[in-house]
């Protein structure tokens, strides 16, 4: 039976039931999870450093990779940070405020990630079909444009979602996942969310389907260039495109994860399957993307490598003992 209306002012904290069948291995899961947010910590603010240092590396195409592995922070922060404060404790609560504050974060996260990959195919598209005009076209205003697009667009969009969920109260409060997602929380509301339904299809189809569009579009293009093209320069366009490739089908494969759990009945697969598929999309991307781009694309591994070099250097320096000097 659902509570009467008059009582859902009432529900102000949820319960995280996703953590279930994990008291027994509950520290080897906050190791695991610690150490997967350090290496994204590292990973991630190490890319960034190199970029914004390198003057060199103030490109457009490096520009958009800072910007992912950014991305990348934002919704691992969101993440993590609360997970392995959960596993420390029994029961796992989150405040109502707390739970939308996750939700705002890890759904803008997952939205700019696509709108980025999108801008960032068109920079491809535009270097290997357009390689005469990339100057032109990708300029310092462009870039700046494309940015807004890619972080704005989905932002505004979700915003106006997610204030239809905030206003719906609440007569459940029992989240059977191990964070707080948009649909879970909407499905514990008492009133009629038809119009969350209907609106939440209309932002899929405009923060997933759309930018697929242009990634398709470019991918294709590029396509048809490389197999016109001679066997060097066509082994250097796909050098170029595969860590984008890559990049996408990462993120695709971890959103239909997410996708499908919502959609199918998933009650036959182990706990922890069932709890390592919903949590796909905030791990493997920004664990992957700074490998992907750090070891793939030649100018960041070179640069990179010449970071760890000074670091080493440095010390032998720092210590070596000063030549004696001369006699006047």
């Known amino acids: 039976l659902t509570r009467p209306m008059e009582n859902t002012s009432y529900i102000i904290t949820f319960f995280l039931t996703g953590f279930e069948e994990m008291d027994n291995e509950r520290y080897f899961y906050f190791v695991s999870t610690f150490l997967g947010y350090l290496m994204i910590l590292i990973s991630n603010v190490l890319l960034i450093s190199v970029i914004v240092k390198e003057r060199s590396l103030h490109e457009p195409m490096y520009i958009f990779i800072c910007n992912l592995a950014c991305n990348g922070l934002y919704g691992a922060t969101a993440f993590f940070p609360k997970v392995m404060t959960d596993l420390l404790y029994k029961v796992q609560t989150i405040s109502r405020v707390g739970c939308l504050l996750q939700i705002y974060c890890l759904h803008t996260y997952g939205t700019c990630e696509l709108g980025i990959i999108a801008v960032m195919a068109y920079d491809r598209y535009v270097s290997i079909c357009k390689p005469l005009r990339y100057s032109s076209i990708m300029t310092q205003a462009n870039i700046c444009r494309l940015l807004v697009l890619a972080w704005g667009y989905p932002i505004v969009i979700f915003t106006v979602h997610f204030s239809l969920t905030v206003r719906l109260p609440m007569c459940e ?44 579009f470019s991918y294709f293009k590029i396509w048809k260039v490389c197999i016109r093209a001679s066997k060097e320069a066509k082994g250097k366009a796909m050098q170029t495109l595969i860590p984008h490739m890559v990049t996408l089908a990462n993120y695709v494969i971890t959103v239909l994860f997410e996708l499908l759990q ?18 796909q999309f905030v791990i493997i991307p920004p664990l992957l993307n700074p490998v992907v781009y750090g070891l793939r694309i030649k100018e960041i591994k070179k640069k990179i490598a010449n970071v760890f070099q000074i670091s080493r250097i440095m010390p032998m320096l720092l210590h070596k003992t000063d030549p004696p000097s001369l006699p006047v």
Do not use: Q
């Not at 189809?205 to 990634?215: K, Q």
């Not at 199918?264 to 949590?279: G, N």
């Open 173 to 216: 409060s029992i989240i059977e996942k191990v964070y707080c997602d948009n649909w879970s929380v909407v499905k514990l509301s008492c009133v009629d969310i038809t119009v969350n339904s209907i609106f939440g299809l209309f932002v899929t189809t405009a923060l997933v389907i759309v930018p697929i569009f242009p990634i398709v």
């Open 262 to 279: 919502h959609r199918f009945d998933m009650s036959k697969l182990p706990h922890i399957v069932h709890v390592l598929i919903s949590v």
